[in-house]
């Protein structure tokens, strides 16, 4: 099998899941424990947080332990936004194309305010660009909370958000950025940025799934998501993943250390992909730098590309039953069959949004991976056409088997 979606998750290193393994035998103990179990767990919790704050640019103290993005983006946006609505300021900003995690937690902290709460969407380019003037534009002085992506989960495209900070700062609010999809892939130093509060993952870094973070500036109040426990210096109750824990710690080590070469890889590997992509007639691939890409303005190994005519779930279907394995958008929403969000955000209709795939590579990507991929996709999107465009209820059908779909 050929693994070509890092963006939805990055299969955990060897050195991690040695870790966690080690770690489930060596600190059997509660980290909330006073006996000697509960120190030895303690202490490995406290490592890891500090091999954590040392990848992100910050201090052990501003890391607080989560189940992953999802819970860190509601933890955040509706704990910061809460604490600014008691104080008059209910508005809040963000952009149409961040991840479904961050905006569902917009959604919620807006309908949790009591009808008093208000959202501004950013405005986008066609390429996905958000317009530092725009930001400015947009924050007022009941603004709460600006909330934006460092890196976008599907176009890959790398946002200016040390001056978006500097902005968002100068009008006395807070700003929150979602870097789960930018760390381990370009640098990242949140104090230097300037944010209040961030997001990130351990399964997009090649640590263990179930296990993330949120970076909140020293100084900040942020009020729990539940209660019930005093854990994480009351900001998230509830008995920390030890050994998901450890195992982030070390992939954040692991991370740090490979960051630049890795990086290089796999920028090399994509502009190659981008060479094949671009030989398939009528292919669209979305973001800024659409040809041979465009340095630290978007992510190394991120391609959401178009064939239209051919729907996006039909080219994964058919690169999945040759082995090859990318998605059609966030993780979270692809299985749904509905047209990305993103795309929709960036002006395309249905039928258009709709043959969005998006290739990311990683890690464990190689440039046999690559070459393979280029092999395989011109014929599977020529058959996918040929197959929509017959007569028939979805053109001639699709045939249900690999053998009858792509021999």
Not at 57 to 66: D, K, S, Y
């Amino acid at each position: 099998m050929i693994y070509l979606d890092h963006n939805a998750t990055t299969p955990a290193r060897p050195e991690v899941v040695d870790a966690v393994a080690r770690a489930e035998r060596d600190y059997p103990g509660n980290p909330s424990s006073v006996h000697a179990f509960g120190r030895r767990a303690r202490d490995a919790v406290e490592r890891a947080r500090a091999q954590v704050a040392r990848f992100l640019g910050a201090t052990p103290e501003e890391i607080v332990f989560t189940s992953g993005g999802t819970e860190g983006n509601n933890l955040v946006i509706r704990g910061l936004y809460a604490e600014a609505a008691a104080r008059g300021r209910n508005h809040l900003v963000t952009s149409p194309i961040e991840h479904p995690a961050v905006l569902g937690a917009v959604d919620a902290a807006v309908r949790g305010s009591r009808g008093n709460g208000t959202v501004t969407f950013l405005p986008l380019s066609v390429r996905g660009e958000l317009a530092a003037g725009d930001l400015e534009s947009a924050t007022r002085d009941d603004t709460a909370l600006v909330t934006l992506a460092l890196a976008n989960h599907e176009i890959g495209n790398v946002y200016p958000v040390a001056r978006f900070a500097a902005i968002v700062r100068a009008r006395g609010a807070l700003i929150h950025t979602d870097a789960v999809q930018a760390a381990a892939k370009i640098p990242v130093d949140l104090v230097a940025m300037g944010v209040d509060a961030a997001t990130v993952s351990a399964h997009k870094i090649g640590g263990p799934r179930g296990v993330g973070a949120v970076f909140v500036r020293r100084g900040l109040d942020l009020p729990p998501l539940a209660v019930g426990g005093h854990q994480e210096h009351e900001r998230r109750p509830g008995t920390e993943n030890v050994p998901g824990i450890v195992g982030f710690g070390v992939a954040s080590d692991l991370a740090r250390v490979a960051l630049a070469s890795e990086s290089e890889l796999l920028e090399g590997l994509r502009r190659h992909l981008m060479g094949v992509l671009t030989s398939i007639t009528r292919a669209r691939v979305f973001g800024v730098g659409d040809a041979l890409g465009d340095g630290p303005q978007r992510l190394p190994g991120t391609v959401m590309v178009a064939f239209p005519g051919a729907p996006g779930q039909l080219v994964a279907i058919g690169l999945d039953l040759e082995g090859v394995c990318v998605s059609t958008g966030a993780a979270c929403t692809s299985g749904s069959l509905r047209p990305s969000p993103v795309l929709r955000a960036l002006g395309l209709g249905g039928d258009d949004s709709a043959e969005g795939v998006r290739i990311s590579l990683g890690w464990t990507t190689t440039a046999d991976d690559v070459a393979r991929l280029g092999e395989l996709l011109p014929g599977i999107v020529a058959r996918v056409r040929a197959a929509v465009s017959a007569p028939g209820p979805l053109g001639g059908g699709m045939p249900l088997s690999a053998g009858e779909a792509w021999s």
